[in-house]
């Protein structure tokens, strides 16, 4: 069997692969929603849907740092990959040992061709079929009750020392975008450390709890840039995570909207 990965690389597999290893949270959990729990045989410490699965499966590493020696030893037959999540030369040396398939998302319909394909080399088709449906009826509903809201100027952190928020070229950014929001670092693309005194120009200022988990503490450090009312706080899974995550994450959208209401019209 030949595939074509998101980067346009040519992946050969011999048979339905039995043996897997995930170096993506959200295509871990991906995995498990397609029914692959079983074949999965090696995992990152940041894979943490489904809560229970670090004590159940080898852990090989982080998704910038992985242990080859462990991998080696586990023997799979596809490696699992992102472009932004995983570098090239892990890339390089994993070719060395299995075929690695990487994804690459910018936005729902990458997501959507992602899960399809994976239902196609592990021939779980009919659930990734269900999952993808599940996905665009959501969505679906959240562009109508979406359109009815205000657009809104937002930053959105990411991390702390230095403060970092998500520009453009970035699965976050357009998340944003659907959200009604309009990211005033939009001109910077990627991850950029910013200018706080540039908060005054945002509505909200967004504060995720992953991969920097911020807290209180850390709202009253921006005070002396912005009013602490406009600052906010997001789960970043949701607006980070691709793959079955999406099924869930419109739902909070609109929740969180719903939330936040009251204070704009009180």
Known sequence: MQFQDQ????VELSEVPSRIISLVPSQTEL?????????????????????????????????KEVKLKKIRKLQPDLILC????????MVEALEKIAPVHVSDIQDIEE????IQQYGEIFSVEEKAEKITANIQTEWRNFKQFINDQPKRKVAYFIWR?????AGSDTFID????????????????????VDLHRLKEADWVLLS??????????????AEFVNPDKIKFVDGEFFSWYGSRLEKAFRYFKKWHLAELPLQNG
């Not at 932004?84 to 030369?89: C, Q, R």
């Open 161 to 165: 020392k230095p403060w970092m928020v």
């Open 174 to 193: 357009y998340l944003l975008q659907l959200n009604n929001f309009e990211n005033i670092f939009a001109e910077t693309p990627r991850y950029p450390e």
């Open 31 to 63: 995995l498990v929603d397609l029914g692959l729990k079983q074949q999965l045989v090696g995992i990152t410490k940041f894979c943490v849907h489904p809560v229970e699965l670090r004590k159940q499966i080898q852990l090989v590493g982080g998704t």
């Open 111 to 114: 997501s959507l061709t992602l």
């Open 209 to 222: 709890s992953e991969p920097f988990p911020f807290k209180k503490k850390h709202q009253l450090e921006l």
């Open 82 to 89: 992102n472009k932004e999540e995983n570098t090239p030369e």
């Open 7 to 10: 980067l346009q690389r040519t």
